[in-house]
């Protein structure tokens, strides 16, 4: 099985600064990507950052110059440093990875379960 683990949410003031973790564990031959994505109450899911294999990274608009994402491949962790934190930012911020699991010839996308991001004074 494959899982994805996240942490480092929580509660900051506008301003502040976050950094969430997900690593990846399981029977995993290789990683294609991995990134992050929110849905805010009353939104769809969107796209924050995502990072390829290649070290290719994209960011919505809305996070550019705030956020930035890496990996650390050895451990098949992804993070996601935010800085200037604003309350537009509160959602639930998911994990996701494209994974080609031990044997099967298959890329699949896999999710976190989610960590709560909240911005407020």
């Known amino acids: 099985q494959v899982q994805l683990v996240e942490s480092g949410g929580g509660l900051v003031q506008p301003g502040g600064s976050l950094r969430l973790s997900c690593a990846a564990s399981?029977?995993?031959?290789?990683?294609?990507?991995m990134g992050w994505y929110r849905q805010a109450p009353g939104k769809q899911r969107e796209l924050v950052a995502t990072?390829?294999?290649?070290?290719?990274?994209d960011y919505a608009d809305s996070v550019k110059r705030r956020f930035t994402i890496s990996t650390d491949n050895a451990k098949n962790t992804v993070y996601l440093q935010m800085n200037s934190l604003k309350p537009e930012d509160t959602a639930v911020y998911y994990c996701?990875?494209?994974?080609?699991?031990?044997?099967?010839?298959?890329?699949?996308?896999?999710w976190g379960q989610g960590t709560q991001v909240t911005v407020s004074s």
């Open positions: 990072i390829t294999s290649g070290g290719t990274t």
């Open positions: 996701n990875a494209r994974i080609k699991p031990v044997i099967v010839e298959k890329w699949y996308d896999y």
């Open positions: 399981g029977s995993i031959f290789s990683i294609n990507a």
